[in-house]
């Protein structure tokens, strides 16, 4: 995980300090600029482990540090971080109109990063039935509720949101039936994870433009 800096003021000590904290969101991935606030700390033989809250303005969710700070020192150390996990580096885009998305997509990553093929490749599979859902909801073309509904399916959602666009059909169904098939006993495909995340991204790449044209900016 990689490590930022920022100044905080800890009354405890009556000094403002380098604290560190993730360079990005652990949650969403967002480059970090979070509020800081101290949850609590215990005072140990060279100092304080202080406990911290950081709010989000992206995602507008906490994650939680320990940091340890020794006597007369001008800076702490992150010795701990929740949830500590792998984030993306992703448009704040899908962060406003696929969150869900944004969820499975973090920890189809994490998955893969970890080695656990068969979960990544499910994930991946469920993260881009995520985002074309969230894309019909942003877009209002169905209602959160009918969206919900399980006989609603990502073949459903295939077909009946992107029905005129016969490159982008292929390829999701590419993703759904391919990431189908790691949820068998007896896989079948010979498509390897690369080559999925390969396509997977592709996706992402099509629904940001469409997500971006919704967003212009003000003239």
């Known amino acids: 995980m990689e490590i930022s800096t920022v100044d905080h003021y800890f009354s405890t000590v009556s000094k403002t300090v380098a604290i560190q904290i993730p360079q990005t969101c652990p949650w969403c991935g967002i480059g970090n600029n979070p509020t800081n606030t101290e949850a609590g700390k215990i005072e140990i033989q060279e100092g304080y482990i202080f406990s911290m809250h950081h709010y989000c303005p ?13 006597r007369h020192a001008d800076k702490t150390t992150m010795v701990l971080v929740y949830p500590n996990k792998v984030t993306i580096d992703i448009d704040h885009l899908f962060i406003e109109y696929a969150p869900r998305f944004v969820e499975f997509y973090s920890e189809a990553i994490e998955a893969e990063e970890s080695g656990l093929e068969n979960i990544a490749g499910t994930g991946y599979r469920s993260a881009v039935e995520c985002l074309i859902k969230d894309y019909a909801l942003a877009f209002g073309l169905d209602t959160k509720e009918y969206l919900s509904d399980p006989k609603f399916t990502f073949n459903n959602a295939i077909d009946k949101y992107v029905k005129n666009d016969d490159l982008l059909k292929g390829a999701l169904h590419f993703i759904r039936t391919v990431g189908n098939d790691y949820t068998h006993w007896n896989k079948s495909t010979s498509i390897s994870l690369p080559v999925l995340k390969n396509y997977v991204d592709i996706i992402v790449q099509i629904f940001k433009s469409k997500f971006m044209l919704k967003d212009l900016p003000k003239i």
């Open 58 to 70: 992206a995602c507008k969710k906490y994650h939680m540090t320990n940091q340890e700070y020794l």
